[in-house]
């Protein structure tokens, strides 16, 4: 097997291929279609992810990739599922010799599978995965590049990593805005309380909040009900204020 540096899979390469994707899977798939170049052998690729407990195959190129992968997570056994949960390579001479996984290799046999490479993705995180090349011969990847195989899967892992980051700093913002929307809210009722009974903040929040207890309703829907009925209309959000105007 191949382990020098290829150049063909530099910083340059990668970028620019994220900037012409427009989506994680776009850009995964072209590192599938990458992998396959470097592998000459090979007659099919998948990346495999895990979401939500599940095995997915988010992206796949060449003919074998696809079936292979959905018979591994039926089995819950396999190459590409060593590669994702120990985040350690899983390399498969030849099919017809190999021991481990059940009734796999068999079936791996019949399918026109001889041997396999897997390469772990994003190890230990939440969306673990692995890149996923099969070849009909045996011994298909003696002549493979694994030195731009496991470039590859660290240019997706990267991808996947930053993609979990905006994922969480979205949810983050949208937590945010819902906390400044329900704090608003609240408070106008506040308000309403004050000038109804008379009373300090910290007396009409205590108020409302037993009242929240007692009718077992959210306190930002009770408050919303309370502002809806005595004004007719839904509380405003924050966000639809409008700066004042003239001078």
């Known amino acids: 097997m191949n382990s020098q540096p290829d150049d063909a899979v530099s910083v340059t390469s990668v970028v620019e291929l994220l900037l012409d994707t427009e989506t994680l899977e776009d850009f995964l798939h072209g590192l599938a279609e990458k992998a396959m170049t470097h592998a000459p052998k090979a007659d099919g690729c998948g990346l495999t992810l895990q979401r ?4 997915v195959t988010v992206t796949s190129v060449g003919v074998s990739a696809s079936a292979l992968d959905e018979k591994q997570y039926g089995l819950d056994d396999g190459p590409c599922l060593q590669a ?10 030849d099919m017809m010799e190999e021991q481990r996984w059940g009734s ?8 026109g599978a001889r041997s396999s490479m897997s390469f772990p993705i994003a190890a230990r995180t939440d969306t673990a995965g692995a890149l996923n090349l099969y ?3 045996p011994h298909g990847f003696d002549d493979a590049d694994l030195s731009a195989l496991r470039a590859l899967a660290s240019q997706a892992t990267g991808a996947i990593v930053l993609a979990q980051r905006m994922a969480r700093s979205q949810q983050f913002t949208r937590d945010v805005q819902q906390a400044l929307r329900s704090r608003a809210v609240i408070d ?6 004050m000038a109804q009974q008379r009373c ?5 929040f205590a ?16 408050c919303a009900e309370l502002i809806t009925r005595l004004t007719g209309q839904p509380p405003h959000d924050p966000q639809t204020f409008a700066p004042p105007s003239g001078p």
Not at 84 to 93: D, I, K, Q, W
Not at 200 to 204: C, D, H, K, T
């Open 52 to 55: 939500g407990g599940r095995f």
């Open 84 to 93: 994702l949960r120990t985040g350690e390579e899983a390399h498969v001479s």
């Open 104 to 111: 796999y290799p068999a079936h791996a046999v019949a399918s």
């Open 135 to 137: 070849s009909p011969q």
């Open 188 to 193: 106008q009722a506040v308000g309403i309380i």
């Open 200 to 204: 300090p903040s910290p007396e009409a």
């Open 207 to 222: 108020i409302l909040r037993s009242a929240s207890q007692s009718r077992n309703v959210k306190l930002r829907d009770l």
